[in-house]
């Protein structure tokens, strides 16, 4: 009897694909932590190209996907086993655990970000208001590093690996952009690229949320005079 066409076996990407035990509030909660990160690229660094396009920003997505790619090579290579009591529930038994791919994004993010505000100020002069603004990643960093645990996608060793990998790419990728890169911001900013996406670098300005309120506030009462 003919039994049809053999169906090809099926992977999930497992930067999306996130289960949790039905009832488990918490871990209904911790499964939406565990997509910060897809957020943070989609909704974060798009939002930010469309409507800032700031060459500091360009930098930090780039950073972020070169560490992700590192992730996947670093896996291929060690190829060791996401936690067996509940991998095939979760359906990622066909994939790689060491180092946490969740944990080394965050971790890279909160580390690029809190040396962006307290050394580069992320457009603001206030030294209290740079401080408050380098500890907002921090919480949901390490939130996502439990959820990946708590939903059994990882042990804790493979999210601690991801966290550390994660804090120290950030940390070279920060020091290799604002000390060798940000050289060539303004020759990007004078490219035929760098002009017709309107690409900037306002690093320069110490409070460019300011220098942009009085800038667009003078304009307005330019025209209107005219």
Excluded at 38 to 60: A, D, K, P, Y
Aim: glycine share 6%; proline share 4%; aromatic share 14%.
């Amino acid at each position: 009897m003919d039994e049809g066409p053999e169906v090809a076996s099926l992977k999930a990407v497992t930067l999306t694909h996130v289960r949790y035990r039905r009832g488990d509030s918490l871990g209904h909660f911790l499964a939406w932590v565990s997509l910060i990160p897809v957020f943070i690229s989609l909704g974060g660094f798009v939002s930010h190209f469309i409507f800032r396009r700031e060459l500091q920003g360009v930098f930090f997505c780039l950073g972020l996907i070169l560490s992700q790619f590192l992730n996947e090579l670093i896996k291929s290579s060690i190829q060791q086993s996401r936690p067996s009591a509940m991998c095939a529930a979760l359906e990622v038994c066909d994939s790689h655990g060491w180092p946490s791919s969740h944990s080394q994004y965050m971790f890279f993010f909160a580390s690029y970000f809190t040396l962006l505000c307290l050394l580069n100020g992320a457009g603001t002069s206030s030294p209290r208001s740079r401080r408050l603004l380098a500890l907002l990643p921090w919480p949901a960093a390490f939130l996502t590093l439990y959820s990946r645990v708590y939903l059994g996608y990882h042990t804790v060793a493979q999210v601690i690996a991801g966290a550390t990998l994660g804090m120290v790419l950030g940390a070279v990728w920060f020091w290799i952009v604002n000390t060798m890169l940000v050289d060539y911001f303004p020759a990007i900013e004078e490219s035929a690229v760098g002009r017709f996406f309107y690409i900037k670098d306002s690093s320069h300005i110490p409070n460019v949320l300011e220098f942009e309120y009085n800038n667009a506030r003078a304009f307005r009462k330019k025209l209107a005079k005219d």
